[in-house]
């Protein structure tokens, strides 16, 4: 089958995941499928990188570094396709001859997909795991940098008083 490539665009979630690798170097990809890779230069050397539009995978990146101790092939979806969708694109559109995957992740999604923002959770106004910690930062005043009377910060970070005099000779 012969692959057309597309014009890299950025990711539609910001970001993307290694699903698998080929162990195919770039040249070999080109000569199976016709597909053509670029070459560039980032801040750890030289990159071949060759994108596709992947039907439901969307946007698939196959990327190589020719300097890497690895020979072969990375394939990068969006974070939020999975694995398994990825994998099926490639297996039904390349040559058998190409696709001998030397690694796949080992969860079926980016597991970065389950810490969106939405789902860390924060404490809430009277939540605080210490009581100290209710109303403002930790054992603090709201809006100063004061130890709370009583709590945990106030006994550790107590300074002797300041005389007024210190430095100078009676």
Avoid: C, H
């Avoid at 979806?77 to 796949?104: E, F, H, P, Y």
């Amino acid at each position: 089958m012969k692959l057309v490539a597309s014009e890299p665009r950025p990711w539609p979630s910001g970001d993307s995941w290694a699903v698998a690798a080929l162990s195919a170097t770039p040249s070999e990809i080109t000569e199976a499928t016709g597909l053509r890779f670029t070459s560039d230069v980032d801040g750890l050397g030289e990159t071949q990188l060759a994108a596709v539009e992947a039907g439901e995978a969307g946007q698939l990146w196959f990327f190589a570094r020719p300097d890497a101790p690895d020979v072969g092939t990375e394939i990068l979806v969006d974070m939020n396709v999975d694995r398994d969708t990825a994998i099926a694109w490639v297996r039904r559109s390349l040559a058998k001859s190409v696709v001998g995957l030397s690694w796949t992740a080992p969860t079926d999604r980016d597991p970065r997909r389950e810490l969106s923002p939405r789902s860390i959770r924060r404490p809430t106004a009277g939540s605080a795991s210490r009581p100290d910690q209710k109303n403002g930062k930790a054992g603090f005043e709201r809006g100063t940098s004061t130890p709370k009377p009583g709590s945990t910060y106030a006994a550790r970070d107590a300074k002797p008083p300041v005389s007024s005099r210190a430095g100078t000779l009676p």
